[in-house]
């Protein structure tokens, strides 16, 4: 057992001082508020925050960062530069990058992460000898970064939509799709739980997977969480109403995909009829603010979506940052610049979204917060760096970035420790993966 005193703690209840915790078999106990250091207790540092997750990751396009931004473009021509870099991956490239960039997130102060997983066969489109062999490659780098993850296997079947119908798959896209549904669930089938990995499921898209199909997906994945890409860009709204006359949402919402088991990714172009079946059901949305703005999607609603019933989190998606802080911030201040008016959230609303609301979206509702019996994962930022010195408690993730994360526990276990990940310096695990793609 390990105990901790911590000068101020974020507990389900609010940011408080003096907090007193035990950790014990991986879960937190005797989380005591208002009392003095005992002896042979770790005296943590600033602040210290539940465990923050990623609700929303493709770690492989973090070799896009900083390389996309010469040519102009739109969020489609981006895709064409993604697809390029996929191409280059096999299993032991996508283990080496995915554990740089799992390494990056630990210490960035990320301590769970939502991989939406749809690269799964080899370059001719092929299953591996192990048909998950990617996804097992996520999963070793994840143990290995110390991440706790949910992998999220994407059904993605077909290579697009338009007003008259689904489009063949191009030849990159053949990695991504399974022979059809029935194929999926099978190989899926074939992926375990174990002590910190969660198996979900997902629909990349409408556009990636016919109507036809959403009932056999929302049947496997049972009480699994299941994601969504849902109206990130108005092209899939567009072509969504011309062939199905429907939404996107209301497709969803006919086949039953909609509940609180389902997170709809991005839910940035929605209409008031949209927001209404996404709140009612209680399906959470997971904002990207840091990819939305990078791909010039759009700011999405979430104060509607919040209000009508709909949790809120939030996810790094394609990379451009990975900063648990930026993305709080980034729902909070994109909400700013729409509305005109500050503090469209709480601290406490943003720390909620980052952390348990995060956890419960990914399949573990038992995480994401500093209380008895919960999962022991919990980050500690600096108060006294350039950045945090002389901001209150409650709001220093208003100031905080990735930088100012000190340490970092996962069930218990330090993975990050004064700032420096247990592997080393990710960058250096980064410039490795990259220089072997060939992008470094
Ligand atoms: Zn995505």
Redesign the pocket.
């Known amino acids: 057992m390990s105990s901790y005193w911590a000068p101020y703690a974020w507990l389900p209840h609010g940011c408080q001082a003096s907090v007193s915790f035990d950790v014990a078999q991986g879960r937190f106990a005797h989380v005591r508020v208002g009392v003095e250091p005992g002896a042979g207790q770790e005296i943590l540092s600033g602040v210290t925050l539940p465990g923050l997750a990623n609700g ?1 990751s ?1 770690t492989f396009h973090r070799g896009l960062r900083g390389r996309t931004h010469a040519e102009g473009g739109t969020f489609w021509t981006w895709r064409e530069q993604m697809y390029a870099l996929a191409a280059h991956l096999d299993p032991d490239l996508y283990l080496a990058l995915a554990r740089a960039v799992f390494a990056e997130m630990a210490q960035a102060g990320y301590t769970a992460v939502g991989e ?1 997983h749809y690269l799964h066969h080899d370059q001719g489109g092929r299953p591996y000898v192990d048909p998950n062999a990617m996804g097992h490659a996520l999963i070793q780098a994840a143990s290995e970064a110390g991440i706790r993850l949910t992998l999220i296997d994407a059904c993605y079947l077909v290579g697009g939509l338009s007003a008259t119908g689904h489009l063949p798959l191009d030849p990159v896209q053949t990695r991504f799709a399974d022979a059809d549904v029935d194929h999926w669930a099978a190989r899926v089938g074939q992926l375990e739980d174990d002590h910190q990995v969660r198996i979900g499921c997902a629909v990349h898209s409408v556009r990636a997977v016919p109507a036809k199909a959403l009932n056999k997906i929302s049947e496997t994945a049972g009480e699994r969480p299941l994601h969504v ?1 849902l109206s990130e860009q108005p092209a899939e709204n567009a072509a969504t109403q011309a062939y199905y006359g429907r939404t996107p949402t209301e497709l969803l919402d006919d086949h039953g995909l909609l509940g609180s088991r389902t997170t709809a ?1 991005h839910a940035t172009h929605l209409t008031d009829a949209d927001i209404k079946a996404l709140g009612s059901t209680q399906t959470s949305a997971c904002f ?1 603010p840091t990819t939305e703005r990078d791909l010039a999607d759009g700011i999405g609603p979430a104060r509607r979506l919040a209000d009508a019933g709909s949790p809120l989190t939030f996810g790094s ?2 990379q451009a940052m990975i900063d648990p802080f930026e993305e709080l911030r980034g729902v909070e201040m994109h909400e700013r610049l729409a509305s005109g008016e500050r503090g469209r959230f709480t601290p406490g609303d943003l720390i909620m979204m980052a952390s348990e609301a995060g956890y419960r979206s990914l399949g573990w509702p038992d995480g994401g917060r500093i209380a008895d019996g919960a999962l022991a994962d919990f980050v500690v930022v600096r108060s006294d760096t350039v950045r945090t010195t002389g901001t209150r408690p409650d709001q220093i993730a208003y100031a905080a970035t990735a930088a100012d994360v000190d340490q970092v526990v996962v069930a218990g276990e330090a993975v990050v420790r004064d700032g420096q990940h247990r592997l080393g310096s990710p960058a250096r695990l980064l410039a490795a993966a990259l220089d072997q793609l060939g992008t470094a």
Do not use: A, N, S
């Open positions: 929303h493709h939406f890409h990714v990207c998606d394609q």
